[in-house]
Nanobody, 120 residues
């Protein structure tokens, strides 16, 4: 069993930065790819970015150039550094992971989410 706990959300002005953290516990050695999704009010959950167990990151168009996903394998944590935030980045951000080999789209472990609000 793997558990994910996010932290670091909050209120920030447009143009500002936030860093989200996600800590994995339990049978974390089973974790492969990890990443971040978000869900804005009235919208479907969407992928933001991910990082493979080999350290290769990937981003959606909304995140490219502004967001960075990183991973600390010694602490079993994944991070999302968000810069140049826009009001449209306002959403609940979820940490996700896939246990055993697989893609981020097959994530089977989820955190509880952390609210990010970007004000104009």
């Amino acid at each position: 069993q793997v558990q994910l706990v996010e932290s670091g959300g909050g209120l920030v002005q447009a143009g500002g930065s936030l860093r989200l953290s996600c800590a994995a516990s339990g049978n974390f050695f089973r974790i492969g790819v990890m990443g971040w999704y978000r869900q804005a009010p009235g919208k479907q959950r969407e992928l933001v970015g991910f990082i493979t167990d080999g350290g290769l990151p990937g981003y959606t168009d909304a995140a490219k150039g502004r967001f960075t996903v990183s991973r600390d394998y010694t602490k079993n944590m994944v991070f999302l550094q968000m810069n140049s935030l826009k009001t449209e980045d306002t959403a609940i951000y979820y940490c996700a992971a896939k246990t055993e080999p697989g893609s981020i789209e097959e994530s089977d472990v989820w955190g509880q989410g952390t609210q990010v609000t970007v004000s104009s």
